[in-house]
């Protein structure tokens, strides 16, 4: 198994630029989860669906965050627009319903300029 | 507000010797605790975890105490081998959300 997928691995864009991260979770997940990684607050959960619903989004900071699944194979997350506080490591993570073991991809490191 | 502690920023210990990390929470409600373990650039992988009915689980080189009076858990990593220097999270669980702490980076000197 490949592991949860995230693309791009690395984004450097200007401030007030639309940003699209994207999750392909581990076939058979049920769960998936958005976290973003700063020095500031460490890990924080942003949102997360079951079964391709969006079931807690109270963590998504402002309206300039969405994040949509389509289907059980993608996810993603957009910022528009982007701004040099939303520079961080966004997680994705997947979960197979296995009590609450998450298993996190390689992350983007997004730069807003 | 932090519910999960991680208070020492890092930990540095010879190989082959006991790596002793800890983590407090402040939540009486979690009832599952995990332990990730990060290197650079990549996503954090899940080493262990363990129930709040349990008050140990090993797996190998890994062990968790977790003691809910003190809300207090820990992670033993013995012997310490060079590839265990990396971040590591201590994670729990209050149904499906995760709180992580700030982590410990631990460095295993030859």
């Known amino acids: 198994d490949a592991g949860v997928i995230q693309s791009p691995r690395h984004e450097v864009t200007e401030m007030g630029q639309e940003v699209t991260l994207r999750c392909k979770p581990i076939s058979g997940h049920n769960s998936l989860f958005w976290y973003r990684q700063t020095m500031m607050r460490g890990l924080e959960l942003l949102i997360y669906f079951n079964n391709n619903v969006p079931i807690d989004d109270s963590g998504m900071p402002e309206d300039r965050f969405s994040a949509k699944m389509p289907n059980a194979s993608f996810s993603t997350l957009k910022i528009q627009p982007s701004e040099p506080r939303d520079s961080a490591v966004y997680f994705c993570?997947?979960?197979?319903?296995?009590?609450?073991?998450?298993?996190f991809g390689p992350g983007t490191r997004l730069t807003v300029l | 507000d932090q519910q999960v502690k991680q208070n020492s920023p890092s930990l540095s210990v010879q190989e082959g010797r006991i790596s002793i990390l800890n983590c407090d929470y402040t939540n009486s409600m979690f009832d599952y605790f995990l332990w990730y373990k990060k290197y650079p650039a990549e996503g954090p992988t899940f080493l262990i975890s363990i129930s709040s009915i349990k008050d140990k689980n090993e797996d190998g080189r890994f062990t968790v105490f977790l003691n809910k009076s003190a809300k207090h858990l820990s992670l033993h990593i013995v012997p310490s081998q060079p590839g265990d220097s990396a971040v590591y999270f201590c994670a729990a669980s209050d149904d499906y959300k995760l709180s992580f702490g700030a982590g410990t980076t631990v460095t295993v000197r030859a």
């Open positions: 993570a997947t979960g197979d319903g296995d009590r609450d073991t998450q298993y």
